[in-house]
């Protein structure tokens, strides 16, 4: 079984602060995903990664940053938290083209 | 126009009926399709997958696609109150990229 794990599911931060959510497959998947989730908005996907030390723009990056040095090891950094960044995180991991994506338990990060 | 349309529901089945979830899509290069559960303050979970028009069939699920209209369904028969979710349409272009819908809640009532 694809095991997907995150660094911490529930996580409070104060305005200014930086976050790391870390994120860890084992499964040996090239591609990985960060995605919020909002209510009324579905899973938004913030960036993700082809390989290690790739990483491209999902659809709504700003505000957001990432590190991906070794393949099994995906991190999401909030360089200065912001209340709009109170949010659900997921983390997902995803081999082929036709494969699924697995996810992760999820951060529900709140900002204070 | 949002890329993935779903109905938000939600949509209230009775036990042991059948549960039709509709999603229409934008990207004409979608090649994939899939169709996630996700029970409240859980992840999303893989249910089904379609690439090939017509229907699918995996025990108390369907899926039917039709990509001249760009229509992706997913039908859940004998409805149980286990199926009480949000399902997630979710199609997949070029590049590994999933694009999701918002979701229909569905509501089995005993």
């Known amino acids: 079984d694809v095991k997907v794990t995150q660094s911490s599911r529930y996580l409070v931060k104060r305005t200014g602060e930086k976050v790391f959510l870390e994120c860890v497959q084992d499964?040996?998947?090239?591609?990985m995903f960060w995605y919020r989730q909002d209510p009324g908005l579905g899973l938004r996907l913030i960036y993700f990664?082809?390989?290690?030390?790739?990483?491209e723009k999902g659809d709504i990056p700003e505000g957001y940053s990432v590190s991906r040095e070794k393949k099994e090891r995906f991190s999401l950094i909030l360089e200065s938290a912001s209340t709009n960044q109170t949010s659900m995180y997921l983390c997902?991991?995803?081999?082929?083209?036709?494969?699924?994506?697995?996810f992760g338990p999820g951060t529900r990060l709140t900002v204070l | 126009q949002k890329e993935v349309e779903q109905n938000s529901g939600p949509l209230s089945v009775p036990e042991g009926a059948i549960a039709s979830l509709n999603c229409t899509y934008s990207d004409r290069g979608s090649q994939s399709f899939f169709w996630y559960r996700q029970y409240s303050g859980k992840s999303p979970e893989l249910i089904m997958f379609?690439?090939?028009?017509g229907d699918k069939e995996d025990g108390r699920f369907t899926a039917q696609l039709n990509k001249a209209s760009q229509y992706v369904s997913l039908l859940i028969r004998d409805s149980q109150p286990s199926d009480s979710a949000t399902y997630l349409c979710a199609p997949q272009a070029a590049g590994n990229k999933l694009t999701f819908g918002g979701g229909t809640r569905v509501l089995v009532k005993p």
């Open positions: 990664s082809y390989d290690v030390k790739m990483k």
């Open positions: 499964m040996d998947h090239e591609n």
């Open positions: 997902a991991t995803h081999r082929g083209q036709t494969d699924t994506q697995y």
């Open positions: 379609i690439y090939s028009n």
